[in-house]
């Protein structure tokens, strides 16, 4: 499997980024698909997932400002940022999460970095 993150960069607080995500080798349908991010010194934390039929979850620190969404025609799942704080810059990665685990199949993930 590999999941090829893109879409970062820095951007003023206030402002917005659309990251995508193109998985291959899996049957990119069938699977629940995450965002996650991590920043300096930090854990790497869960910011949204959505199911293959486009179920949604967002973390509260990011809801109404970050919209997951998915394309499983061209297997790649977004996440659309608006609004964003100095406080979202991370390096975010995409996941397949398989019974609530997330798998990021060495990924590398995009760096979002918001000046304030």
């Known amino acids: 499997v590999q999941l090829q993150a893109f879409g970062g960069g820095l951007v003023q607080a206030g402002g917005s980024l659309r990251l995508s995500c193109a998985a291959s080798?899996?049957?990119?349908?069938?699977?629940?698909m995450g965002w996650y991010r991590q920043a300096p010194g930090k854990e790497r934390e869960l910011v949204a997932r959505i199911s293959s039929g486009g179920i949604t979850y967002h973390v509260p620190s990011v809801k109404g400002r970050f919209t997951v969404s998915r394309d499983n025609a061209k297997n790649t799942v977004y996440l659309q940022m608006t609004s964003l704080k100095p406080e979202d810059t991370a390096a975010y990665y995409c996941?397949?999460?398989?019974?609530?685990?997330?798998?990021?199949?060495g990924g590398q993930g995009t760096q979002v970095t918001v000046s304030s």
């Open positions: 996941a397949v999460i398989v019974g609530l685990v997330p798998k990021f199949y």
């Open positions: 080798g899996l049957t990119f349908g069938n699977y629940v």
